[in-house]
């Protein structure tokens, strides 16, 4: 029977804490640590790190996976800002996306904007709109969380192109699992990483 120390003590392998993972390992620690947010008190853009896990330069590494869309950012969890990789969308967009009831006016606006007038940045939004930045943001990270549109986020830049989440990514499912389906592919990952866990855990 395990004890709570063999426990604790297999939580810090698999998480890479005892012996920090290398480029060989990383990106399976990335997906079962999935969706992967930036650091607390960063600079706005920057990449996904797992600092303390990871033997290398990591911010370096996903920086480059960004830019080539190998890690792709979304809106997940009560709209927290996280990572997963391409191969993942699916599945976390499936467990995470938070349906609209409908569709507010100024939602409406911006959806019918990027979807005839293709993706821009917010500043264009806004100039063509007649809107102010501080309504338009809001809207787009709702839009943003039920994956209707994508933040393309390829650098450290401020200035992120918005795209239709469908024309992006047509091979992504919206529905090819239900919130419990997906649930129940997610909970393996974070099994394994937790070694021990229960409901009230």
Request: charged share 25%; hydrophobic share 40%; proline share 5%.
């Amino acid at each position: 029977m395990l004890t709570q120390l063999d426990i604790n003590a297999l939580r810090m392998e698999r998480q890479f804490f005892t012996n920090p993972s290398n480029e060989d390992t990383y990106d399976t620690l990335f997906e079962n640590m999935s969706p992967v947010p930036t650091v607390y008190w960063c600079a706005p853009g920057n990449p996904p790190t797992l600092p303390l896990h990871a033997a290398f330069d990591d911010y370096a590494y996903n920086s480059d996976r960004r830019s080539r869309r190998e890690i792709l950012k979304g809106r997940f969890g009560g709209g927290s800002i996280g990572y997963v990789s391409k191969e993942d969308l699916e599945l976390f967009a499936c467990l995470y996306k938070k349906e609209l009831a409908g569709l507010s006016n100024l939602q409406l606006e911006l959806m019918e904007l990027l979807m005839h007038q293709g993706p821009m940045n917010i500043g264009l939004m806004k100039e063509m709109t007649g809107m102010l930045v501080k309504d338009i943001t809001p809207a787009l990270h709702k839009l943003q969380e039920a994956f209707l549109i994508y933040e393309d986020q390829l650098d450290n830049d401020g200035d992120r192109g918005w795209y239709l989440f469908e024309s992006e990514f047509p091979q992504v499912n919206l529905n090819r699992y239900s919130k419990m389906e997906a649930l129940q592919l997610a909970i393996p990952r974070f099994a394994h990483l937790s070694v021990f866990f229960d409901q009230d855990k």
